[in-house]
């Protein structure tokens, strides 16, 4: 692949890399809610890393799984169908996303499937 980053400033990046290592504990918030809530160096760290892969100066990571959502995520999704209650007579227009059907009964049928997917939702 042709690119036009100088050996210097790959080997900065790099060094980067090693002085700024990737937190996972980060990977929620850079993956799920944008990465205005992430502190600059992991912003930095992950950008350079990607480039570095890009250009096929680092491995490329094996696709992994989704990382897990938080308990706090878990619970704000359930609470919202709690004040949201699901209508099932509404269940023919909602799956035709019917314009009538209220946003807060697609959100919460959309929270719901979420939780089913990830087998937090108990009928």
């Known amino acids: 692949m042709e690119h036009h980053i100088t050996a210097d400033r790959v080997q900065e990046m790099k060094q980067y890399l090693k002085d700024h290592p ?3 504990a980060w990977d929620w918030e850079w993956s799920r ?3 205005n809530n ?3 160096e992991q912003k930095k ?3 350079y890393k990607s480039i570095l892969q890009d250009i096929g100066e ?3 990571d094996p696709p992994a799984p989704p990382p897990p ?3 706090k995520e878990i619970a704000r999704m359930k609470q919202y169908i709690k004040d949201h209650p699901i209508h099932p007579e ?3 227009a909602a799956e035709t996303w019917d314009i009538s059907v209220p946003i807060e009964e697609l959100t919460a049928r959309s929270y719901r499937g979420i939780l089913q997917k990830i087998g937090e939702w108990e009928e």
């Open 22 to 24: 990737i937190d996972p």
């Open 33 to 35: 809610l944008g990465k």
């Open 38 to 40: 992430i502190p600059w």
């Open 45 to 47: 760290a992950r950008i």
């Open 58 to 60: 680092m491995e490329k």
């Open 69 to 71: 959502y938080p308990a």
């Open 90 to 92: 509404l269940d023919e």
